[in-house]
């Protein structure tokens, strides 16, 4: 069974950043294309950014594109978010996924694609 921990989550003013992590307890990291989620108070959980088994492929939302960069390092069964000129609609509990793909360099974006979920860290961004 694999358990997904997330860490990193704070309190950042607009135009600061934050890196979450996401530490995966199976051996079998390597094999899971990893995703972020994030959902916001009344809103539904939306696709951030994902990442290919081998990582060289990742994509993100629009709303990130250019300041969000999704990383893993598969020695070490973690997941990264590093987020740059952060924003208040940034503000959200983040989520990190992992999903089954027989495609090494597919990344899933689609909620339903991914199989288990960390319990959530919390971004808060203050104007």
């Known amino acids: 069974q694999v358990v997904l921990v997330e860490s990193g989550g704070g309190l950042v003013q607009a135009g600061g950043s934050l890196r979450l992590s996401c530490t995966a307890s199976a051996r079998t990291f390597s094999t899971w294309a990893m995703g972020w989620f994030r959902q916001a108070p009344g809103k539904e959980r939306e696709f951030v950014a994902g990442?290919?088994?081998?990582?060289?492929?990742?994509d993100y939302t629009d709303s990130v594109k250019g300041r969000f960069t999704c990383s893993r390092e598969n020695a070490r069964n973690t997941l990264y978010l590093q987020m740059n000129s952060l924003k208040p609609e940034d503000t959200a509990v983040y989520y990190c996924a992992a999903g089954h793909t027989i495609d090494l360099y597919r990344v899933l974006t689609g909620r339903h694609e991914y199989d288990k979920w960390g319990q959530g860290t919390q971004v808060t961004v203050s104007s």
């Open positions: 990442i290919s088994w081998i990582g060289g492929e990742t």
